[in-house]
């Protein structure tokens, strides 16, 4: 799992903040709506850093009702925070 995570990150370090990734996520057992959280999740904390080509994204209602996007959406922001920080 560490190993998938790790891999995720390097892929999406190496395309910016695309939504690419999604049917790659999917296809590793993620949950759809894990899977949106975790995507806009990385583009704000990419945004937050400064990523140039990153826009802060969340479905505030999402967010609030469904614990999966939550999940999603926090993890994608700290990764995304934590890989960008060093590069920003």
């Known amino acids: 799992?560490?190993?998938l995570l790790i891999g995720l990150v390097i892929a999406c370090l190496a395309a910016?903040?695309?939504g690419t990734?999604?049917?790659?996520?999917?296809?590793?057992g993620y949950h759809p709506?894990?899977?949106d959280g975790y995507l806009d999740g990385y583009s704000a904390g990419c945004h937050a850093?400064?990523?140039?080509?990153?826009r802060y994204v969340q479905d505030g209602s999402r967010y609030q009702q469904d614990h999966r996007y939550k999940?999603?959406?926090q993890d994608?922001?700290?990764i995304a925070r934590t890989d960008?920080?060093?590069v920003w």
């Open 16 to 18: 910016g903040c695309a």
């Open 84 to 86: 960008y920080a060093v």
């Open 33 to 35: 709506q894990y899977v």
């Open 71 to 73: 999940n999603g959406w």
């Open 1 to 3: 799992m560490k190993k």
């Open 49 to 54: 850093v400064g990523h140039p080509l990153c």
């Open 21 to 28: 990734h999604r049917k790659t996520l999917l296809a590793a």
């Open 76 to 78: 994608g922001y700290s």
